[in-house]
């Protein structure tokens, strides 16, 4: 089947303007979030690891974005009497050095959001045999991407990435991550709400933790949604499919920044009062805003940290999750 769709020169045109727009709302809120997990802090109360991923997120989206613009100069302007073809020969390029190193980007990218989705769940369970898919599927990814970025560099075919020696590395690529992201997502999710019904008889009115799961689904569903979109126009073999790759990766960023600050923010639910609390334990409570330091046995809904305690009915056991 021959690829359909619009032209090369115009899906970079589209996907280049789409990734800015993108872009720029994930420079945003990586600003929000930075502010979130350091104001009023001390050193030793920054989630480092948090932040780091944070930066690297936003150095991969800006390299990729540079990139797509350099890329999208050299095959409308620089080289576009120069080259063979003109601007739809350089585009059907994958030898170039952009596309080579665009796709690459991209696939560190998602390594380290789904990595640390996966490490969210190993936090909450506490157990290597419950993360076992989602590290096979991300092992699986690994294998894929690179596999990916070898045969795209090395076929000499034009739009080369439906090419028969190519397609079956990018699909198992697109569904590895769909079900690494998916799988991690749920049993994050799913932990968090045994934990809520566990804890229910226990804690006080408005405590439960199911609204960090909700968020935390509503950002998974985000990114699983943009990669069935991707895969889908890859299977058909059509040109939207670039067009969704490359706004892959500040989505990727938006969908991490997106769980750190709506976990901070207040729900609609306390917008009718007067001060808005998020109380997770007797004689606990927290005012939007409020830097105040949690005492033991609170559930702290912070961008680099999130503590629940539960007792259970046969005797004390306490269940931690932090750095969500």
């Known amino acids: 089947m021959a690829p359909n769709g619009i032209p090369l020169d115009t899906a970079a045109i589209v996907s280049t303007i789409l990734e ?4 720029g709302f994930s420079v945003l809120m990586f600003t929000f979030t930075i502010w979130i ?32 613009i350099i890329r999208l100069e050299e095959g409308l302007v620089q080289y576009s009497k ?29 390594m380290l959001g789904d990595g640390v989705v996966i490490f969210r769940c190993y936090v909450v369970w506490q157990s290597w045999y419950v993360i076992a898919v989602p590290m096979f599927m991300w092992c699986s990814m690994v294998a894929t991407g690179i596999g990916c970025v070898y045969s795209l560099s090395r076929s000499s075919s034009q739009e080369v990435i439906f090419a ?76 939207g499919q670039y067009i969704i790759l490359e706004m892959l990766p ?10 750190i600050i709506r976990a901070t923010m207040p729900t609609s639910d ?38 629940t305690n539960r007792k259970h009915s046969s005797g004390g056991g306490v269940i931690s999750i932090r750095e969500l």
């Open 164 to 239: 028969q020696q190519t397609e079956p590395w990018v699909t198992a690529f697109f569904v590895a991550t769909l079900i690494t992201n998916f799988s991690s997502t749920f049993l994050l999710a799913y932990r968090i709400w045994i934990v809520d019904r566990s804890s229910a008889q226990f804690r006080s009115q408005g405590s439960s933790p199911w609204p960090l799961a909700r968020i935390i689904m509503d950002s998974g569903i985000l990114y699983s949604i943009s990669l069935l979109a991707a895969l889908l126009c890859f299977v058909t073999q059509s040109r």
């Open 37 to 68: 997990m350091t104001h009023r802090r001390k050193r030793r109360e920054v989630n480092r690891v948090m932040v780091a991923v944070a930066c690297f997120l936003l150095l991969f989206s800006t390299a990729h974005i540079v990139i797509n």
């Open 82 to 110: 120069t080259f063979p073809g003109g601007p739809l020969g350089y585009f059907f390029d994958t030898k170039q050095w952009s596309f080579v190193y665009n796709d690459l980007i991209y696939i560190l990218q998602t």
């Open 20 to 23: 800015g727009i993108f872009y």
């Open 270 to 307: 306390r917008a009718g009062q007067s001060q808005s609390t998020m109380r997770f334990s007797p004689g606990i409570s927290r005012t939007d805003w409020d830097e105040r330091e949690y005492t033991s046995g609170c559930m702290e809904v912070e961008s680099n940290e999130v503590e």
């Open 250 to 259: 500040p989505i990727i960023s938006i969908a991490f920044y997106g769980v």
